[in-house]
């Protein structure tokens, strides 16, 4: 459309925005306000993430020193305050572990279930797995290591992992071959102790 006059124009403009002013000027602060909440949200994640990163560095700093009582106090912090950060879950295996060289078994598996329960990813909940499995043979827990293994025992990045446990398992109920089976099929599937289940393969039973 065309104007003759530049009063025509205006007076279109003002038409104009006596009709769409008020959509602007909605739509403009919806779209302001949508950046602002996202950038304010992304202020805070990064905050609490630089916070739960501090904490976890404590907690290392804690066993670090073998100081069990105080990672156990750290971990508890972690879960409530940053519970939703993947440092939650870590604080559970390194508490675990700090209580488990401390001599405290039973309190080490409690927090290796609670990892395995709260973990907010899958790879920590099947390294606490391991873990867990992996005491429990210690201890003579075959069974309860056997149904740990089978309940978690789903990922083709962990395979490895969890046949070398098999093997171990297998091995301390004294099924050398059920172990030299599981051994052989944890170093094909690229178990990153492979040189030293090359060693427990060595030292079965001959078969």
């Known amino acids: 459309m065309s104007y003759e006059t530049d009063e025509e124009k205006v007076e ?5 925005w006596k009709q769409n002013g008020l959509s602007v000027i909605a739509g403009a602060a919806i779209g302001l306000g949508s950046i602002y909440a996202w950038r304010f949200w992304t202020d805070h994640r990064q905050h ?4 739960a990163s501090s904490a976890f560095e404590q907690l290392l700093s804690n066993a670090a020193m073998s ?41 080490a ?10 973990a907010p990813d899958p790879a920590i909940a099947r390294i606490a797995a391991l873990r867990l499995a992996r005491v429990q043979v210690a201890e003579g827990q ?5 149904a740990t293994l089978s309940a ?21 109920r004294g099924d050398a071959a059920a172990a030299r089976a599981a051994y052989e099929q944890a170093i094909e599937k690229g178990s990153g102790l492979s040189q030293l289940i090359r060693l427990k393969l060595d030292n079965l039973p001959a078969g």
Request: charged letters at 25%.
């Open 67 to 107: 100081q069990p009582e105080a990672v156990a106090k750290q971990a508890e912090l972690l879960k409530d305050e940053f519970g939703s950060t993947p440092y939650a879950g870590l604080s559970e295996l390194v508490a675990a572990r700090a209580l488990y060289q401390a001599g405290d078994t039973a309190a």
């Open 109 to 118: 598996m409690r927090a290796l279930r609670e990892a395995i329960a709260k």
């Open 48 to 51: 609490v993430a630089g916070q």
């Open 142 to 146: 075959l069974d309860e290591a056997d």
């Open 152 to 172: 978690h025992d789903n990922s083709p990045a962990f395979a490895g992992e969890f046949a070398a446990l098999r093997g171990d398992l297998a091995a301390a």
């Open 12 to 16: 279109a403009i003002k038409k104009w």
